[in-house]
């Protein structure tokens, strides 16, 4: 059906965003204990 690419489509940029979110908090979290 048209919409499972569309879900799939949506779910996976969730995905992704969630991963990009993790990344950048890890990183912070380095940079900070890195700085003190």
Do not use: L, V
């Amino acid at each position: 059906d048209p919409f499972e690419q569309f879900r799939k489509n949506k779910s996976h940029g969730f995905i992704a965003r969630m991963k990009a979110r993790d990344e950048m908090r890890e990183k912070s979290k380095k940079d900070k204990s890195e700085d003190s």
